[in-house]
């Protein structure tokens, strides 16, 4: 029997755009194990967790007139050559060639006659490693239904013990006279439903989605920085659907220092990182910096429970996701002064409880989480002229190492969707003892996004610094 879109899937599957493709992508490097890797031990293994994301072999099939909302259907010619695909890098591949593709295959459109995802095994790096690359499309992961698929390839051991073998029988596909059908017998059961998919047939997800936006403004507003729209900055300008990617390798003990030294949390300094980048981007830009110029950011974070001051963790566990707006002070010259009003800033929102989680925003936008990653692209699509100017999405990996077919996993990035208007958008996860930024931007927004990875690592360094410096001051 056919499943039918969520309204939150729905809207992201409708609301993609050339400029603005959907998919939420995440690159992982590894190390070549002495037996090597090869694409059929690729094959092998994502087949054999494919029962653990069934939506992976399913498709959406739209219904006729726009009389309801898509359902997800059993990809009867499901291949899955097709969705595994294999490249190579002129041996020995540099990272800059690997970064290079990444863009490449992020501008894409996924194919929508077929399951919304795509992997893909990159050979041909040198040092002896191997990377894969995934995108899905952000109305396929739901973090219920569908997990993103490289999540679940990953093991803690070497040798994880064998998946139960599984034979899968897709279900026969409805005709197009059966989900009319039933899109007219929901129409009568559910006439509201009725009335936002006829609206979304005829183009108002544009209206939709701006009445989300001033629905969640008005809960945001109880932030403080809410009370105003987001400062002009080059950040937001008109996009392409070509993409730039950059990245940046830092150890988690340099945050844990900073934090020890300054109090906050290593999110805390994770944000001041960020804005401490940002400020020397736009410096170098020649952007006119004031002692009180900010860029706001919107940050997705995913929590357990509540944060305590000086918790040394770069976020929790899946469980709830809340997303809050932030300014970054890029106009401060002083790090040490930037990490303390961004702490007071996060401190202040931790303590009044007055996040936009997860659960609001699903029930005002129809807007849900599925990865944390995927959130911020969530969010961001229905308030990216108004309320921000840059998503950072930082989610936690584990502080020990994975494996996939036996292949220690070495590095981890995020690939972020961009939001309309957004020129760039910052990714960061942390993984066995190391915090890994993936930054994508748009390709000729952001001719210089390999300054800003750059900056990225001075910033972490100014902080470092400081914290060594027995004359700093709080």
Avoid at 29 to 48: A, K, N, Q
Avoid at 295 to 322: F, K, M, N, Q
Wanted: charged content about 20%; aromatic content about 6%; glycine content about 6%.
């Amino acid at each position: 029997m056919a499943t039918r879109l969520t309204t939150q899937d729905a809207s992201f599957y409708f609301l993609e755009a050339g400029t603005t493709p959907m998919h939420v992508g995440s690159l992982a490097v590894f190390r070549t194990p002495r037996g090597g890797f090869t694409y059929d031990e690729l094959l092998t293994l994502v087949e054999s967790r494919l029962a653990l994301v069934p939506r992976y072999r399913q498709k959406v099939r739209e219904v006729a007139f726009g009389l309801a909302r898509p359902v997800w259907v059993d990809d009867r010619d499901f291949d899955i050559t097709y969705h595994i695909r294999r490249s190579a890098l002129p041996k020995p591949g540099s990272t800059e060639q690997l970064h290079d593709l990444v863009a490449r295959l992020t501008s894409r459109p996924l194919d929508r006659t077929r399951p919304l995802w795509e992997m893909y095994l990159v050979e041909g790096l040198a040092r002896n490693r191997f990377a894969i690359f995934t995108k899905s499309h952000s109305a396929l992961v739901d973090g219920d239904q569908a997990l993103e698929i490289s999540q679940v390839i990953l093991d803690d051991t070497k040798s994880p013990p064998p998946m139960a073998e599984e034979l899968w029988m897709p279900a026969r596909e409805p005709s197009d006279r059966a989900l009319v059908a039933s899109a007219l017998a929901e129409m009568v059961s559910r006439p509201g439903e009725a009335v936002e998919a006829v609206r979304g047939a005829v183009g108002d997800l544009a209206e939709a989605a701006h009445g989300a936006a001033r629905a969640v403004g008005k809960v945001a507003a109880v932030v403080r920085t809410a009370a105003q729209t987001a400062p002009t900055s080059p950040l937001n300008t008109t996009i392409s659907r070509n993409r730039r990617f950059s990245v940046a390798r830092t150890d988690l003990d340099d945050y844990r220092a900073v934090r020890r030294r300054f109090g906050g949390t290593v999110n805390d300094v994770v944000l001041t990182v960020v804005a401490g980048a940002l400020r020397n981007w736009l410096l170098s830009r020649g952007e006119p910096l004031g002692p009180y110029t900010t860029v706001r950011a919107l940050v997705p974070l995913s929590v357990h429970a509540p944060v305590a001051a000086g918790a040394d963790t770069i976020g929790h566990p899946a469980g709830e996701v809340e997303s809050f707006l932030v300014d970054l002070p890029v106009g401060e010259p002083n790090a040490v002064v930037r990490l303390s009003h961004i702490s007071h800033a996060t401190e202040a929102h931790a303590r009044q409880g007055r996040g936009v989680t997860a659960s609001t925003l699903m029930k005002l936008s129809g807007f849900a989480p599925a990865t944390l990653h995927a959130m911020g692209a969530r969010v961001g699509s229905s308030l990216s002229q108004r309320m921000f100017n840059i998503v950072v999405t930082n989610a936690p990996g584990p502080q020990f190492p994975l494996y996939a077919g036996g292949a220690r996993m070495i590095e981890m990035y995020p690939v972020p969707p961009l939001v309309r208007n957004q020129a760039m958008t910052i990714g960061l996860t942390s993984y066995d003892g190391h915090v890994y930024y993936g930054v994508n931007a748009d390709r000729a927004a952001m001719p210089d996004i390999d300054v800003v990875t750059t900056l990225l690592y001075e910033a972490l360094d100014e902080l470092v610094d400081a914290a060594s410096d027995d004359k700093s001051v709080r």
